[in-house]
């Protein structure tokens, strides 16, 4: 190994995914965690989140998750997982340490700089600080002086907080939609979105999707070739969420152009009183620790399947649409952790690296939500 260590920022699901690779390269990982265990974001989600994909489908390396292989885990289930996972890591993790800022020093490598005050050099930067810390809220006209309950999805929790009240809960994704039907019991809801919300079925000849996705491999198929085949959000659904809106139980509306002290205006400018309005539109990457480098443009990573375009040594992990569809998920952060530790220990140890570069693609700059 070498003398001076690899920085992984970030101990979630792709900061402990990024340890194993580097300890399977050669590296020596520090893994340096602003929360307080290294699970990442997870018990921060919605008490209700469970994941699209089963337990079969959705471990990290090396370790699969306990129990039913076809149940679909739920966030404390996540939690839990990621708690043991991190217990098997022979790797020095901080936790309750964020990185303020990275630097390049002038020999060679970085300073990662914590707000403990504390100074660590490494030969190399991971950046796997997910997004739940930077979520997306749009801003509409009106919107400051409305006086209802506004918050992003990432702030929310349950649903009978709503009960008996008139809600809108804006976007067409996973998210959205599964939380607009929890709290559909409960109060009078009604979708916003751009287009019509489109469903994709969990299940296809008595199979969860995700066996179809790996066994054709299209769970592994290259950014270029997705984002021409993936143009607009999908709801995986096992009929549900179509019958509630089919139903009535839900409603779907264009999305409103406006807020008023009291409510909203709809598209065909409509005025309605409405109580509160959930944001799932998605997230940014983390990084502002990277400004100091200069390595970001307008907040999205200057990479090429991970790999930095602008400074040697620093990679990325988590990333929605990294290298796959899975990249940002469970169920595929492990491959695209060997890909880019495979690149980094080229780096330090001076071989070229064989994976092939293209020109730079900064990552998508509306998350879908939670990496499930």
Same mark, same amino acid.
């Given at each position: 190994?070498?003398?001076?260590?690899?920085?992984?920022?970030?101990?979630?699901?792709?900061?402990?995914?990024?340890? &194993?690779?580097?300890?399977? +390269? $050669?590296? /020596?990982? !520090? %893994?340096?965690? @602003? =929360?307080?265990?290294? #699970?990442?974001?997870?018990?921060?989600?919605?008490?209700?989140?469970?994941?699209?994909?089963?337990?079969?489908?959705?471990?990290?390396?090396?370790?699969?998750?306990?129990?039913?292989?076809?149940?679909?885990?739920?966030?404390?289930?996540?939690?839990?997982?990621?708690?043991?996972?991190?217990?098997?890591?022979?790797?020095?993790?901080?936790?309750?340490?964020?990185?303020?800022?990275?630097?390049?020093?002038?020999?060679?490598?970085?300073?990662?700089?914590?707000?403990?005050?504390?100074?660590?050099?490494?030969?190399?930067?991971?950046?796997?600080?997910?997004?739940?810390?930077?979520?997306?809220?749009?801003?509409?006209?009106?919107?400051?002086?409305?006086?209802?309950?506004?918050?992003?999805?990432?702030?929310?929790? &349950?649903?009978?907080?709503? +009960? $008996?009240? /008139?809600? !809108? %809960?804006?976007? @067409? =994704?996973?998210?959205? #939609?599964?939380?607009?039907?929890?709290?559909?019991?409960?109060?009078?809801?009604?979708?916003?979105?751009?287009?019509?919300?489109?469903?994709?079925?969990?299940?296809?000849?008595?199979?969860?999707?995700?066996?179809?996705?790996?066994?054709?491999?299209?769970?592994?198929?290259?950014?270029?070739?997705?984002?021409?085949?993936?143009?607009?959000?999908?709801?995986?659904?096992?009929?549900?969420?179509?019958?509630?809106?089919?139903?009535?139980?839900?409603?779907?509306?264009?999305?409103?152009?406006?807020?008023?002290?009291?409510?909203?205006?709809?598209?065909?400018?409509?005025?309605?009183?409405?109580?509160?309005?959930?944001?799932?539109?998605?997230?940014?990457?983390?990084?502002?620790?990277?400004?100091?480098?200069?390595?970001?443009?307008?907040?999205?990573?200057?990479?090429?399947?991970?790999?930095?375009?602008?400074?040697?040594?620093? #990679?990325?992990?988590?990333?929605?649409?990294?290298?796959?569809?899975?990249?940002?998920?469970?169920?595929?952060?492990?491959?695209?952790?060997?890909?880019?530790?495979?690149?980094?220990?080229?780096?330090?140890?001076?071989?070229?690296?064989?994976?092939?570069?293209?020109?730079?693609?900064?990552?998508?700059?509306?998350?879908?939500?939670?990496?499930?």
């Amino acid at each position: 190994m070498t003398s001076e260590p690899v920085i992984i920022v970030g101990g979630g699901q792709s900061g402990l995914a990024a340890a &194993r690779a580097a300890l399977t +390269a $050669g590296l /020596r990982p !520090v %893994v340096l965690h @602003a =929360g307080s265990e290294p #699970v990442g974001s997870w018990p921060d989600y919605y008490d209700s989140l469970t994941l699209f994909s089963p337990a079969r489908y959705s471990a990290l390396p090396g370790m699969p998750f306990d129990g039913d292989p076809d149940r679909y885990p739920r966030r404390d289930e996540v939690t839990a997982y990621l708690r043991r996972y991190a217990q098997t890591l022979d790797v020095e993790i901080r936790t309750d340490t964020r990185v303020v800022a990275v630097d390049a020093r002038s020999g060679g490598g970085y300073l990662a700089r914590t707000d403990t005050g504390d100074e660590l050099a490494a030969v190399g930067v991971v950046a796997a600080s997910g997004s739940f810390g930077n979520p997306y809220l749009p801003t509409l006209p009106g919107q400051d002086d409305y006086a209802g309950d506004l918050r992003h999805v990432a702030q929310y929790r &349950r649903p009978e907080v709503y +009960a $008996g009240k /008139r809600v !809108v %809960v804006v976007g @067409a =994704g996973n998210s959205a #939609v599964q939380v607009a039907y929890e709290i559909a019991a409960h109060a009078r809801v009604t979708l916003a979105t751009r287009e019509p919300v489109r469903f994709l079925p969990q299940r296809l000849g008595g199979r969860d999707l995700h066996h179809w996705l790996r066994v054709t491999g299209a769970d592994g198929l290259p950014r270029r070739v997705l984002t021409r085949l993936v143009r607009h959000a999908t709801v995986l659904d096992t009929g549900v969420y179509r019958d509630a809106l089919a139903s009535g139980l839900l409603s779907r509306r264009d999305m409103f152009t406006g807020f008023t002290p009291d409510g909203v205006i709809w598209a065909d400018g409509t005025p309605e009183p409405v109580d509160a309005v959930i944001f799932a539109t998605g997230y940014r990457p983390d990084l502002a620790y990277l400004k100091p480098l200069g390595a970001l443009d307008h907040g999205a990573p200057r990479q090429v399947g991970g790999i930095s375009t602008t400074h040697p040594g620093l #990679v990325y992990l988590g990333l929605e649409f990294q290298r796959s569809f899975a990249s940002n998920t469970l169920r595929g952060i492990g491959r695209d952790a060997a890909h880019v530790m495979t690149a980094l220990a080229a780096h330090v140890s001076g071989r070229p690296h064989q994976g092939r570069q293209r020109r730079a693609d900064p990552a998508s700059r509306t998350g879908s939500g939670a990496q499930r």
